[in-house]
């Protein structure tokens, strides 16, 4: 296909291998790319904005494959999306990669990751956005999901980009060829016990660190077509999952029996 503008940002920040293979393999499908990315991690910062303080940009061609143009900023994900439409890029992009993750971003997930929200600011802005992760914290051979990543985006392009819809690639922790085969998949429900772990510092005060147990609750109502299975599920046998988003929360069940507003209000208030 005819090269593409590609905008790719990250949440793990401008040294993460995950970034520099995915730049690398769109680089030499002969793509122009541009990365704006974190100047560190910015894990879990969903689709938070810097408001208060500057951005600060600074180039970091160096840690990228040849021909990559590549920034690293300040801010959030999101920030950096921004920054790259609206003032660093010199065109528009005609594609936004969010990734490749160092971890899953499955279930709920999506609604805290970095990673989704960097994609899902190329959604809001009119761009294809596809956000793409490696279902395993430790895992470290990122040339499967680059390569299984660039081929879904170039599909989808080719295919015609449906208006408002984000894609969530996420990729199991194994060689290509073992790799099972690409399903649409469902969004799980994930919770997490025992959430904040009480601690104590040196001077004798308590602190607390986040650190939760995921729960997958595999019985749980999504929405979505019930043949396509959850992307929590299909993951763990070994497939990759791949899962349209969209920026609209609106309620998906009944509205017919809410109660009146009037019953809510303890005043009057306008017509």
């Not at 296909?1 to 002969?30: H, T, Y």
């Not at 994900?77 to 971890?103: A, M, T, W, Y």
């Not at 999506?110 to 899902?120: D, K, N």
């Not at 399903?183 to 025992?194: G, H, L």
Request: aromatic share 8%; glycine share 10%; net charge negative.
């Amino acid at each position: 296909m005819a090269p593409l503008r590609i905008l790719i940002c990250n949440d793990d920040g401008v040294f993460a291998a995950g970034i520099q293979a995915l730049a690398a393999e769109a680089a030499a499908r002969g793509h122009q790319v541009t990365v704006v990315c974190p100047d560190q991690e910015r894990s879990a910062t969903g689709h938070g904005l810097t408001l208060q303080t500057p951005l600060r940009a600074e180039r970091a061609d160096q840690l990228f494959a040849p021909g990559v143009t590549a920034w690293a900023c300040s801010g959030t994900p999101s920030d950096c999306v921004k920054l790259g439409l609206f003032r660093l890029l010199e065109e528009p992009p005609q594609l936004v990669l969010s990734g490749i993750n160092h971890g899953p971003n499955l279930g709920t997930d999506v609604l805290y990751s970095g990673t989704v929200s960097a994609a899902m600011e190329g959604t809001i802005e009119g761009y294809p956005a596809l956000a793409v992760s490696s279902a395993d914290f430790k895992w470290r051979q990122f040339g499967p999901a680059a390569r299984l990543a660039l081929d879904v985006a170039e599909g989808m392009v080719a295919a015609g980009w449906r208006e408002g819809m984000l894609l969530n690639l996420n990729v199991p922790p194994l060689p290509s060829e073992a790799i099972g085969p690409l399903r649409w998949c469902r969004t799980a429900v994930r919770r997490y016990t025992d959430q904040f772990d009480r601690r104590e510092d040196p001077r004798g005060r308590t602190y607390y660190w986040l650190a939760g147990e995921v729960v997958d609750d595999l019985d749980a109502a999504v929405a979505g077509p019930a043949d396509w299975p959850t992307d929590v599920a299909w993951i763990a046998a070994g497939g990759a999952s791949l899962t349209p988003l969209q920026p609209e929360l609106f309620w998906r069940g009944a509205t017919d029996n809410l109660p009146n507003p009037a019953a809510l209000s303890a005043g009057p208030g306008p017509a």
